[in-house]
């Protein structure tokens, strides 16, 4: 199992953008599917992103597509979401997330938060209007 820990969440205005990391300890990182996963106040946690253990497939929910971007490099044990052109509703506390079954099925599959075995503790974005 591995361990996550998260940063770069913080402060920004409407239309900026903000790089988030996830730090992976263990020896078998690239073995991992990797996801990030968000909860705004009041409301259930929700998928945002997933990649495959080769950075080769990437699923995205539809309300980021096209500012955000996950990638991942395995010899820093590390995945990444950048996110651009952010919006107020992009608000919440952003968790990374990995799974010991390395290759991603279809979007359905990648979006099940029950398949994912590790958790970080969350970084908290917040974008100002």
């Known amino acids: 199992q591995v361990q996550l820990v998260e940063s770069g969440g913080g402060l920004v205005q409407a239309g900026g953008s903000l790089r988030l990391s996830c730090a992976a300890s263990?020896?078998?990182?690239?073995?991992?599917?990797m996801g990030w996963f968000r909860q705004a106040p009041g409301k259930e946690r929700e998928f945002v992103a997933a990649?495959?253990?080769?950075?080769?497939?990437?699923y995205y929910t539809d309300s980021v597509k096209g500012r955000f971007t996950i990638s991942r490099h395995n010899a820093e044990k590390s995945v990444y979401l950048q996110m651009n052109s952010l919006k107020p509703e992009d608000t919440a506390v952003y968790y990374c997330?990995?799974?010991?079954?390395?290759?991603?099925?279809?979007?359905?599959?990648?979006?099940?938060?029950?398949?994912?075995?590790?958790w970080g503790q969350g970084t908290q974005v917040t974008v100002s209007s």
């Open positions: 990649i495959d253990w080769s950075g080769a497939t990437t």
């Open positions: 997330a990995a799974r010991r079954q390395g290759w991603l099925l279809s979007y359905s599959d990648s979006m099940t938060q029950a398949s994912f075995n590790s």
């Open positions: 263990g020896r078998t990182f690239s073995h991992y599917a």
